[in-house]
């Protein structure tokens, strides 16, 4: 481990079929007033919101709903939960759902103890929180992005069409209650776009310097290669327990922190699928699948042995009597094989967007890292947009 590190995961993790049980005992760490916070009404449907409502109804709480959360959520959507929960004086808030719901609750978490023009500050000049958010417990209905064991709420400021995230430790969940059963009722589209989006999670982080030996590339391919083995088996069985809680575990493992350790992270990928999202708002995960292989293909000679390594050690592919370019391409070429195979969106197009999308604006106002192997200009990032149409 050559990078000095921090490492730091305050989140209580729940795990398993009998997880909810859990939920009492840790109500009883906070106040009376819980902002129960969730989406559309999935959790209507497939029971978890029951299961919910009646846990608080016995340890007594006082339920506020604050529902009609949408796919990536917006800052107004921040405000109205801000709003409510000062109005109810909410003690926790308790995000029911996928992403959307828990990044969406993490906002809510400061607006309703800062007032004023939050977005700017820590959005989008990333300032560092001078607020005390109020606690947030996640129950996960939906697997990809990580948000219930992470400190990030990614949030779209629909006025400027901007999308990005604001990370605080104060962020993470207290407590995260994850039910594989809860995912049964995921229809395959956000399925495979949250695998996707966890695959993503971890490559971006993979091909970043620094390549020495470390622990946190081995971790990396253990879980890249349980997911690649994992998700044909619960595209052909959705109710495949096993499979079902593998997936569940290695999103939330990927973003964690236990991934970074001595890596500079890269996260262009998602850089750029934020700014498609702030003109067109889609799933997430597919986003990221329709740009990932352009990209790769375009920093892959900046990075040649993690490519080359990538291919082997995660794809299986047999380097015998190749270049290592000619390797590095077979693996890119089997991560977009597994795109295709796995029903995942392979084009900006198979995503809704049209040919005569503003891609230069979307190009010119990604934020930008600059973590990886090869420092992005603006055409590049056309280019990737362009070869990913
Ligand atoms: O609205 P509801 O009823 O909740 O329905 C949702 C939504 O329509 C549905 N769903 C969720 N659980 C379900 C279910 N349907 C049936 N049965 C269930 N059990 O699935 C749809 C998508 O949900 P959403 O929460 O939007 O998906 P996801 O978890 O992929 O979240 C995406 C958001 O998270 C952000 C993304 O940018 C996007 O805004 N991200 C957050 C990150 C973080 N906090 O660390 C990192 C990620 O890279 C990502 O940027
Ligand atoms: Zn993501």
Redesign the pocket.
Known sequence: MKNDFEFFNPTQVFFGRSAMENLSSVLSLYGDRVLLA??????RS?GVYDQVMNTLQACGKTVTEFSG?????TYEKVLEGGHLARASQADLILAV???????CAKGVAIAAVEEGDIWTKYWQNKQPLDCTPLPIGAVL??V????EM?G???ITHEATKR?T?CWDYSLYPQFAILNPE??Y???EY?MV??IF?TLS?IMEIYFSPEDEDNISDDFAEALMRSIIRNTPVAIANPRDYVARSNLMWASSLA?SGILAPSKKEDWEV?QIQ?QI?AYYPS???MGLAAISPAYYRLVCPHGLPRFRRFATQVWGIDPTGKRDLEVAHAGIDALAAFIRESHMVTSLRDLGIPEQAPLQTIADTCNLRRGGYYTLTRDDVLQVLQNSL
Do not use: C, E, R
């Open positions: 969730y989406g559309s009404g999935s959790i497939n959360i949408l796919p990536n959520p759902g996928g992403g959307s719901v828990i990044d209905t939906m990809g992005t990580g948000s992470d990030d709420a990614v999308k995230s809860f995912t009722s995921v229809p956000q776009s949250g989006d999670h973003l998602h934020h999202a799933a997430h995960g």
